[in-house]
């Protein structure tokens, strides 16, 4: 959604702008292209092979590369010495690369160690979390992460499973996943194991708390009319989005007995009433994109 992120993020000579979500640095390169002169782009990824990749792209421009959780934006800014920006833009989920490379365990298309992390240097795998959960936080994790019907059954799979087999690879738990949904409620369109590993990557990555505090550091640590562009692939990012978008929109934030506002009003103004999609010629030559949802909003 290229043609979108530039349309609503609006980039400008001389702006600061932070892409969250720098990947392979798509979206940057335009950006930084609109920004010159004088502009700086702050690109931060999780993913430290992400960055490698977009290290050498932008050599000697004025791009700074931040290894980390864009949850942490605030801290990031901070030790680079800004105090504000003019636009951010959010790019969530897992990236294409993340999910071609079988080694990183996203994907149950290949058999790999069921690893699921973002980054890499994290201490926690999905297989440590199968291994240790108890089946109550696995079967809360699937419906909540992966709104999945079959949560319990599954949870209790799970469990059941690794007292006498450790569930250490993709192609396990797929199977397991698959064996415990009825063959008739099984869908025709997606694989039996998707929701499973929606859930387990969310989990994983702590990706909802990292979405609503990196959204809420964007829109306090950016000037008057600077914008906020989020893309969200799936359901629960997009609520989060559109939920944190409405509450720092609303003009009194404060608890209903307070005698006098005491928040300031509101932060920003949402500039997509319903969310952006793609167009279905860019469903037609990315596939993946065909459920990404774009939001925006522009600082008071």
């Given at each position: 959604?290229?043609?979108?992120?530039?349309?609503?993020l609006?980039?400008?000579p001389?702006?600061?702008?932070?892409?969250?979500?720098?990947?392979?640095?798509?979206?940057?390169?335009?950006?930084?292209?609109?920004?010159?002169?004088g502009?700086?782009?702050?690109?931060?990824?999780?993913?430290?092979?992400?960055?490698e990749?977009?290290?050498?792209?932008?050599?000697g421009?004025?791009?700074?590369?931040?290894?980390?959780?864009?949850?942490?934006?605030?801290q990031?800014?901070d030790?680079?010495?800004?105090?504000?920006?003019d636009?951010?833009l959010?790019?969530?989920?897992v990236?294409?690369?993340?999910?071609?490379?079988?080694?990183?365990?996203?994907?149950?298309?290949?058999?790999?160690?069921?690893?699921?992390?973002?980054d890499?240097t994290?201490?926690?795998t999905?297989?440590?979390?199968i291994?240790?959960?108890?089946?109550?936080?696995?079967?809360?994790?699937l419906?909540?992460y992966?709104?999945?019907?079959?949560?319990?059954?599954?949870?209790?799979?799970?469990?059941?499973?690794?007292?006498?087999?450790?569930?250490r690879t993709?192609?396990?738990?797929a199977?397991?996943?698959t064996?415990?949904?009825?063959p008739?409620?099984?869908?025709?369109?997606?694989?039996?194991?998707?929701?499973?590993?929606?859930a387990?990557?969310?989990?994983?990555?702590?990706?909802?708390?990292?979405?609503?505090?990196?959204?809420?550091?964007?829109?306090?640590?950016?000037?008057?009319?600077?914008?906020?562009?989020?893309?969200?692939?799936?359901s629960?990012e997009?609520?989060?989005?559109?939920?944190?978008?409405?509450?720092?929109?609303?003009?009194?934030?404060?608890p209903?007995?307070?005698?006098?506002?005491q928040?300031?009003?509101a932060?920003?103004?949402?500039?997509?009433r319903?969310?952006v999609?793609?167009?279905p010629?860019?469903?037609?030559?990315?596939p993946?994109?065909?459920?990404?949802?774009?939001?925006?909003?522009?600082r008071?």
């Amino acid at each position: 959604m290229l043609r979108e992120v530039l349309e609503y993020l609006r980039p400008e000579p001389g702006d600061v702008i932070v892409d969250a979500t720098v990947g392979s640095g798509g979206h940057a390169a335009a950006i930084l292209e609109r920004i010159q002169p004088g502009g700086r782009l702050i690109g931060i990824d999780r993913d430290p092979q992400a960055l490698e990749r977009v290290r050498s792209r932008f050599a000697g421009a004025p791009v700074t590369l931040v290894h980390g959780n864009f949850g942490d934006l605030a801290q990031f800014l901070d030790n680079l010495g800004l105090a504000a920006v003019d636009g951010v833009l959010f790019d969530f989920g897992v990236s294409s690369e993340q999910l071609d490379y079988a080694e990183r365990g996203f994907s149950f298309r290949e058999e790999a160690p069921l690893d699921m992390r973002m980054d890499p240097t994290s201490p926690t795998t999905a297989a440590d979390l199968i291994s240790v959960l108890s089946e109550a936080e696995l079967l809360r994790i699937l419906r909540e992460y992966g709104e999945e019907r079959w949560a319990r059954r599954i949870a209790r799979r799970i469990v059941t499973t690794r007292q006498h087999t450790p569930i250490r690879t993709t192609a396990a738990l797929a199977a397991l996943v698959t064996a415990a949904i009825p063959p008739a409620a099984r869908s025709r369109r997606i694989h039996p194991a998707t929701r499973t590993f929606q859930a387990l990557r969310i989990a994983v990555n702590d990706e909802l708390t990292a979405i609503s505090q990196g959204l809420h550091a964007a829109i306090r640590r950016s000037n008057s009319t600077a914008r906020i562009v989020a893309i969200s692939y799936h359901s629960l990012e997009d609520r989060t989005v559109k939920e944190t978008f409405r509450n720092l929109a609303r003009s009194c934030r404060c608890p209903p007995l307070s005698p006098t506002c005491q928040c300031g009003g509101a932060l920003i103004t949402v500039l997509t009433r319903r969310p952006v999609v793609p167009s279905p010629e860019e469903v037609a030559g990315n596939p993946r994109s065909r459920s990404a949802k774009l939001r925006a909003a522009e600082r008071i």
